[in-house]
């Protein structure tokens, strides 16, 4: 009996072993994904043109805070994406905060490559406005590919005839792709409902709100207590059925007309009360039961009458 009682716990014990196991690395993934994003941010804060990498040759140490790990790191990251890169950061944390509460990651190679497509648009926008070269930076503000981006704009506003035209033309492109990209940046986040309502509760609580109280809840007033109802209460007075047939208007014999109406005795005589008997104990017990739960919820009351009809019960 042991045995197979062992056997048929089995399989609820794997599952639980499988649960926890999948969850106890969802939670090393979401750590170890915030740790990446603080020592890539680091890596690229101290980001220096002559620190040994591919495209750099230098004898001496690097002198970024990663050693030469983060050097090559940070310009990688910088030729492909420039320094909007940190347009990236936002989407791990959201993905890694995504693992911490076990929700759902979404399609996040798709959100991925509309962020990319988000900093083609704005380092487009900045080549066109600011230049391709950057001092510092080892292809501009966008990396290689907002550097494509403003070099196929400025070719395509090179062709205009007229300067005047090609700088204002200039100018509504690099805006016209900002927005672009901030808002595609804003799209490729894939922020949920919870998201979003935790960001701007967050916002919202930053603005103080003095709350006054009123006097009367300053210093409020001893409440009068109530005497409960007696312990000894009287049965309520249960009706009959039949009562209100006699309280019943007399009927009406004769209409004022001018033609004689057929007589009354043409129609069958109403039929008997066919209601059972009436149980007395139980409207009783209905009665006091109704007492207790309007109790539970603080009304004091009893009741005093009970008249039962053929469909609803009246309790007075």
Do not use: H
């Not at 603080?38 to 230098?58: E, I």
């Not at 009367?216 to 059925?241: C, F, H, L, Q, T």
């Amino acid at each position: 009996m042991a045995t197979n009682g062992l056997a048929a716990q089995m399989p609820a014990w794997r599952e639980a072993m499988r649960r926890a196991a999948t969850r106890s690395s969802a939670l090393v993934g979401s750590l170890a994904m915030m740790i990446g994003v603080v020592l890539v941010v680091l890596a690229l804060v101290s980001y220096r043109p002559s620190d040994p990498a591919f495209n750099t040759s230098a004898a001496g140490p690097a002198q970024n805070w990663l050693g030469a790990l983060g050097a090559y790191v940070s310009e990688t990251l910088l030729i492909l994406l420039g320094p909007l890169v940190a347009l990236m950061v936002p989407l791990v944390i959201v993905l890694a905060l995504r693992l911490w509460r076990d929700a759902p990651l979404g399609s996040w190679i798709r959100s991925a490559l509309i962020i990319c497509g988000a900093i083609l648009l704005l380092g487009s926008a900045i080549t066109l406005l600011a230049g391709p070269a950057i001092r510092g930076l080892p292809l501009g503000w966008g990396g290689a590919i907002g550097y494509a981006g403003g070099s196929a704009l400025g070719g395509a506003i090179g062709l205009i005839g007229n300067p005047e035209l090609a700088r204002y033309t200039g100018w509504f492109l690099a805006l016209a792709a900002a927005i672009g990209g901030f808002w595609l940046w804003w799209r490729g986040l894939g922020l949920d409902e919870t998201e979003r309502a935790f960001i701007f509760r967050r916002e919202a609580g930053l603005t103080p709100v003095k709350v006054v109280a009123p006097e009367s809840a300053a210093n409020p007033k001893p409440r009068k207590k109530v005497a409960p109802p007696p312990e000894d209460k009287r049965a309520p007075v249960i009706g009959d059925r039949k009562s209100k047939q006699a309280k019943a208007k007399p009927k009406q014999r004769t209409l004022n007309l001018d033609y004689e109406l057929p007589a009354l005795e043409l129609l069958n005589a109403p039929e008997e009360d066919s209601g059972g008997a009436i149980d007395k104990a139980a409207l009783e017990r209905n009665a006091r039961l109704l007492e207790s739960v309007l109790d539970d919820f603080k009304v004091k009351g009893s009741i005093v009458e009970v008249r039962p009809g053929p469909v609803v019960t009246m309790y007075e």
